[in-house]
């Protein structure tokens, strides 16, 4: 890469140490299509639909033909890669993007690592295109961070059968997805099972939840289970305990920790163009000093990010990386974001309140963002144990 490559990479999408260059030819053409697809079919849709709370499900279909579902363990493709789409993916629409990560990172993630070979068989060719989609119920309404001791939902073995009763809240995709793996403890061994629950279920009952500031657009529900009968069958068979819960939710940690680049991203983009268009005092407001610093401040939080978050993904892609190490990116990036975010806002001032000018939309899914796959608090406080040996949690 040239050096004078590097203010136009900064001037389009904040890569200013040019880490995309790092992906091989195939990847990066695939990257390439990707960002093509978003700033042409889903940018220009994607702020009325966060204001009006919809999903833009006419896109989902032409948007599987871009095939990068999990690009990992189908393709082959890097961690690097993975990560580098879904910051993208969020640098034009969070709301999106969080869609594509219940569906494909958790729901399709979980069935990847925990069902049986002819489970999978079965299942995964509909979900990976995208004729069938999914969703991931593990957080219950008592239970969010401690959910690995406090899972409430139970399910009793009935012959052949099980059946499910419990709560499960903040459901993306829960009120129209086709199915959703529920999480519940075994009423008579103990233990967690995963159960693959059909949507369509007599006694299920998705409710979506209503009035969010954040990522308006993903429909989150609140979930109730009825007696709830599901098939040994649709019993994920590589699950019994919490660790095998755990399997699933580094990864994803690792995938939110890339939200927060791509929500960087997106912050410094719309600042550093509304600084450099918008006038006060009869020039530009990219002229002022204070402007300035605060531009360099969001692509050092921003580049400190990325580069987290790179080499968390190639020790992903080593396959060594650590639960400590995703719980300190998630620690960190989410930090970084916020204060990120923030800073643009300001930026635009009092235009910077409107969902018209994009950066609206941009600092209020952070607040999301900061707070799922386990709060800012509680990932520190799991980095804190792995460098000291001595537990903060009680």
Same mark, same amino acid.
């Given at each position: 890469? =040239?050096?004078?490559?590097?203010?136009?990479?900064?001037?389009? %999408?904040?890569?200013?140490?040019?880490? +995309?260059?790092?992906?091989?030819?195939?990847?990066?053409?695939?990257?390439?299509?990707?960002?093509?697809?978003?700033?042409?079919?889903?940018?220009?849709?994607?702020?009325?639909?966060?204001?009006?709370?919809?999903?833009?499900?006419? !896109?989902?279909?032409?948007?599987?033909?871009?095939?990068?579902?999990?690009?990992?363990?189908?393709?082959?493709?890097?961690?690097?890669?993975?990560?580098?789409?879904?910051? +993208?993916?969020?640098?034009?629409?969070?709301?999106?993007?969080?869609?594509?990560?219940? %569906?494909?990172?958790?729901?399709?993630?979980?069935?990847?690592?925990? &069902?049986? +070979?002819?489970?999978?068989?079965?299942?995964?060719? &509909?979900?990976?295109?995208?004729?069938?989609?999914?969703?991931?119920?593990?957080? +219950?309404? !008592?239970?969010?961070?401690?959910? $690995?001791?406090?899972? =409430?939902?139970?399910?009793?073995?009935?012959?052949?059968?099980?059946?499910?009763?419990?709560?499960?809240?903040?459901? *993306?995709?829960?009120?129209?997805?086709?199915?959703? #793996?529920?999480?519940?403890?075994?009423?008579?061994?103990?233990?967690?099972?995963?159960?693959?629950?059909?949507?369509?279920?007599?006694?299920?009952?998705?409710?979506?939840?209503?009035?969010?500031?954040?990522?308006?657009? /993903?429909?989150?529900?609140?979930?109730? !289970?009825?007696?709830?009968?599901?098939?040994?069958?649709?019993?994920? &068979?590589?699950?019994?305990?919490?660790?095998?819960v755990n399997k699933v939710?580094?990864?994803?940690?690792?995938?939110?920790?890339?939200?927060? #680049?791509?929500?960087?991203?997106?912050?410094?983009?719309?600042?550093?163009?509304?600084?450099?268009?918008?006038?006060?005092f009869g020039r530009p407001?990219?002229?002022?000093?204070?402007?300035?610093?605060?531009? #360099?401040q969001m692509l050092g939080?921003?580049?400190?990010?990325? @580069?987290?978050?790179?080499?968390?993904? =190639?020790?992903?892609?080593? *396959? /060594?990386?650590?639960?400590?190490?995703?719980?300190?990116?998630?620690?960190?990036?989410? @930090?970084?974001?916020?204060?990120?975010?923030?800073? *643009?806002?300001?930026?635009?001032?009092?235009?910077?309140?409107? $969902?018209?000018?994009?950066?609206?939309?941009?600092?209020?899914?952070?607040?999301?963002?900061?707070?799922?796959?386990?709060? %800012?608090?509680?990932?520190?406080?799991?980095?804190?144990?792995?460098?000291?040996?001595?537990? $903060?949690? /009680?």
């Open positions: 890469m =040239q050096p004078e490559d590097f203010s136009s990479l900064a001037s389009e %999408h904040g890569d200013f140490y040019g880490f +995309e260059s790092l992906l091989t030819g195939e990847e990066k053409e695939a990257f390439l299509a990707v960002r093509e697809w978003l700033e042409t079919r889903l940018r220009p849709v994607a702020v009325q639909n966060w204001v009006d709370a919809t999903f833009p499900s006419e !896109l989902i279909e032409e948007f599987a033909e871009l095939d990068i579902i999990s690009p990992v363990r189908r393709k082959g493709w890097s961690n690097v890669f993975a990560g580098l789409v879904h910051a +993208e993916l969020n640098r034009v629409d969070a709301s999106f993007a969080t869609f594509l990560g219940v %569906h494909d990172g958790l729901f399709t993630g979980t069935i990847e690592a925990l &069902a049986s +070979e002819e489970q999978k068989a079965e299942w995964l060719p &509909a979900i990976y295109a995208f004729r069938e989609i999914g969703a991931f119920g593990l957080t +219950e309404p !008592l239970a969010g961070s401690d959910v $690995a001791g406090g899972l =409430q939902t139970t399910a009793r073995r009935e012959g052949d059968s099980w059946v499910l009763n419990g709560a499960k809240r903040w459901i *993306g995709n829960a009120t129209w997805s086709d199915w959703v #793996v529920i999480f519940a403890k075994d009423a008579d061994e103990g233990g967690v099972k995963a159960f693959l629950v059909d949507t369509s279920s007599e006694g299920y009952s998705a409710q979506k939840i209503e009035n969010k500031i954040s990522l308006r657009t /993903v429909q989150n529900a609140d979930i109730q !289970l009825k007696d709830v009968v599901v098939p040994e069958s649709r019993r994920l &068979a590589n699950c019994s305990t919490f660790k095998d939710l580094r990864v994803t940690r690792l995938a939110v920790a890339w939200q927060a #680049v791509g929500l960087q991203r997106a912050a410094f983009d719309l600042a550093r163009s509304y600084a450099v268009e918008r006038t006060q407001l990219a002229s002022f000093q204070m402007i300035q610093e605060q531009l #360099v939080n921003l580049t400190a990010s990325t @580069a987290m978050m790179m080499r968390l993904s =190639q020790i992903e892609d080593e *396959g /060594v990386a650590k639960d400590e190490q995703s719980a300190l990116a998630k620690a960190f990036t989410t @930090a970084r974001m916020r204060e990120t975010v923030a800073m *643009g806002r300001s930026i635009f001032g009092g235009n910077g309140i409107v $969902a018209d000018y994009e950066i609206a939309k941009v600092f209020a899914d952070a607040e999301a963002i900061y707070t799922f796959e386990g709060t %800012h608090e509680v990932n520190t406080l799991v980095t804190g144990r792995a460098i000291t040996g001595v537990s $903060a949690i /009680v």
